[in-house]
């Protein structure tokens, strides 16, 4: 899979924002072609263009038919700009649960919420099914409002260190050589602190004073 740039990605959506109808589409088309050999569903998962608007641009791309439109009432507006209670709440819902780039590279937020977990929130909340975008036209609403789906992993726990054994019997032996003597006072705890390493190390040995 071609591995493309976060700026690159934002800079061919923001192109394909500002076309529109049958110029966008071509344009989808030809960056699905030649970015990713025309496959329309890595086209929509990495630039969020829905796969068969890309069908549909590579189709007419490739035979010089152009599809007819129709024409969407309402000033031809979005769901989210048709209802600015509907962005607001979707705004409230997922910015929340949503992350900037850690890496400072792109002003998208990254939320590891689904369209679907946004869309079933809404509901809960009051909103009729059928005032909803779908679930596929929710995931355009929510890449247009600049979130992106990304699955947060979970952390993985530390490795135990290649010394720990060691130090476990050295306190071993300490403590059997120790035991008997009514000067020595021993004292256990129970941490998660790290094993000092480097200058701090003292044979294994430990001195509290």
Same mark, same amino acid.
Do not use: W
């Given at each position: 899979m071609q591995v493309i740039e976060q700026t690159t990605v934002e800079l061919l959506r923001v192109g394909a924002y500002r076309l529109t109808g049958h110029q966008r589409?071509?344009?989808?088309?030809? @960056?699905?072609? &030649?970015?990713?050999?025309g496959n329309t569903r890595q086209t929509e998962r990495i630039l969020g263009w829905g796969r068969e608007n890309v069908a549909k641009g590579i189709h007419e791309f490739q035979t010089g038919? $152009?599809?007819?439109?129709? $024409? %969407?009432? #309402?000033?031809?507006? %979005?769901?989210?700009? %048709?209802?600015? #209670?509907?962005?607001?709440?979707? #705004?409230?819902? @997922?910015?929340?649960?949503?992350? /900037? *780039?850690?890496?400072? &590279?792109? /002003? $998208? %937020?990254? /939320?590891?919420?689904?369209?679907?977990e946004v869309r079933e929130t809404l509901l809960e909340r009051g909103y009729r099914d059928a005032d909803l975008p779908s679930e596929r036209s929710m995931r355009d609403v929510l890449n247009r409002m600049n979130f992106r789906l990304k699955r947060i992993k979970k952390g993985k726990p530390l490795k135990k260190t290649k010394d720990t054994d060691a130090i476990f019997a050295n306190v071993k032996a300490v403590r059997?050589? @120790? $035991? *008997? *003597?009514?000067?020595?006072?021993?004292?256990?705890?129970? /941490? &998660?602190a790290k094993v000092s390493i480097g200058d701090y190390v003292q044979g294994g040995k430990m001195s509290v004073g």
């Open positions: 589409r071509l344009f989808q088309a030809e @960056v699905s072609l &030649k970015l990713f050999a038919i $152009r599809c007819l439109e129709i $024409r %969407r009432s #309402r000033n031809h507006l %979005r769901a989210e700009e %048709r209802n600015p #209670r509907l962005a607001a709440d979707i #705004r409230d819902i @997922v910015g929340p649960q949503s992350y /900037t *780039d850690p890496e400072l &590279k792109s /002003t $998208r %937020r990254y /939320t590891n919420l689904s369209a679907r059997q050589e @120790v $035991r *008997d *003597d009514p000067q020595t006072l021993e004292i256990s705890m129970d /941490t &998660k």
